[in-house]
């Protein structure tokens, strides 16, 4: 499944935590298959809103919805904040 990131604050939010490696990394699993261990992908609560998340890193969620085949990453959040 393709994956895009839809808003420009995600980028610079990659760029200002030093996650371009990791999330390169993470978008190459989730490109090969979304339910890759490593990613913990999970659809978040309430469950009817169909938003999602995968793991970048074990700080890190990228928070994403599905439209046709294309995952649009709408936020990256720090997980335990």
């Known amino acids: 499944m393709e994956i895009k990131i839809v808003t420009p604050k995600v ?3 990659i760029r200002t935590h030093e996650l371009g ?4 990394k993470a978008r190459v699993l989730f490109e090969g298959d979304i339910r890759h261990p490593s990613l913990h992908t999970e ?4 469950k009817d809103e169909m938003i999602y998340s995968f793991r970048v890193d074990k ?13 649009l ?5 720090n997980h335990y904040r």
């Open 11 to 13: 980028s610079a939010y």
């Open 21 to 24: 490696d990791k999330w390169e």
């Open 73 to 77: 990453v709408f936020r990256i959040t």
């Open 43 to 46: 659809l978040m609560e309430p």
């Open 59 to 71: 700080k890190y969620r990228a928070l994403f919805v599905i439209k046709d085949t294309i995952a």
